[in-house]
């Protein structure tokens, strides 16, 4: 079972490694084969090897097709949709992912992730929020710098079809209703906590540790916790710190509070 496991994994690399190495056609064939190939018991590793290269590659595929097509490049859209993501603002633009429902174009059908940048926007933003936008998309792409920031790759873990900007000269209409989602609660609290701390010095520290929003550490902060060594904190920082520091919390405080119960009690009698 281990080496059928290890067989399976080493499948799902060379799927991630070689994308679109085999043609559709021949991918047809391959859940046969591996079946086949798991059936006999020479080839069974090699079945197990050929069945998660193909897994991989279907999910693959399925990311690319969620990618704006080569005939919407640079054609304003009417899209409508929600926001999934915490909006970040900066001096000159609001960047948010939005996750695409409907498309009001006429012959241009898109449905995927868009991360899209409001310049001048005429109300701030929230997760959630389902509007009616005209952008301007674009396929996802970056620099191939070595060793540097793979943008693209980045886009495509985050399954992002498309980047573009909000148009300013269409009228954007937000929708009445908007969705109670887990988003709409981490904005929330993102935003009391931000209310609460934001003349701080550490208030982009603060956001990463307790609820994971990283969006607001600056390279000096970076650098900071490169030095100090709490970076390794920030991969498992939000949910999993909260969860602990609320555990921690219970732990020591509820004995304490028995004990005082206990002592107001025996002072009555």
């Known amino acids: 079972m281990r080496s059928g496991t290890t067989a399976l994994l080493l499948g799902l690399l060379f799927s991630f490694y070689l994308p679109g190495w085999l043609d559709a056609v021949w991918i047809q064939f391959l859940p046969l084969a591996a079946l086949l190939a798991i059936a006999a018991g020479r080839l069974r590793l090699f079945g197990w090897v050929m069945l998660g290269f193909l ?17 919407q490049v640079s054609q304003d859209l009417c899209v409508q949709g929600v926001i999934s993501s ?20 006429a012959g241009v059908h898109y449905r995927g992730k868009i991360r899209l940048s409001w310049y001048d926007r005429p109300q701030p933003l929230h997760a959630s929020q389902r509007w009616r936008l005209v952008v301007r998309p674009k396929p996802p792409y970056g620099y191939a710098n070595p060793g540097g920031f793979d943008y693209e790759k980045w886009l495509f873990i985050r399954r992002i079809g498309a980047t573009g900007y909000v148009l300013g000269k269409q009228p954007a209409l937000p929708m009445l209703s908007s969705a109670h989602n887990l988003a709409r609660l981490r904005d929330q609290w993102v935003g009391k906590l931000r209310d609460a701390v934001d003349s701080h010095p550490s208030a982009p520290l603060m956001l990463a540790l307790g609820l994971g929003f990283r969006e607001e550490l600056q390279d000096h902060h970076w650098a900071t916790l490169r030095a ?42």
Do not use: K
């Not at 970040?88 to 009001?104: C, D, G, K, L, M």
């Not at 991969?235 to 119960?261: D, E, Q, T, Y």
């Open 55 to 71: 897994s991989g590659e279907l999910h693959v595929q399925h990311v690319l097709q969620t990618r704006l097509a080569p005939s």
């Open 228 to 269: 100090t060594g709490p970076s390794r904190l920030m991969p498992i920082s939000g949910l999993h710190v909260g969860l602990v520091a609320g555990g921690c919390f219970c732990c020591c405080h509820g004995p304490s509070r028995a004990n005082g119960w206990a002592g107001a009690s025996s002072g009555r009698w």
């Open 86 to 105: 915490i909006p970040v603002v900066s001096r000159r633009a609001t960047r948010f992912e939005f996750n695409v429902e409907q498309s009001h174009t």
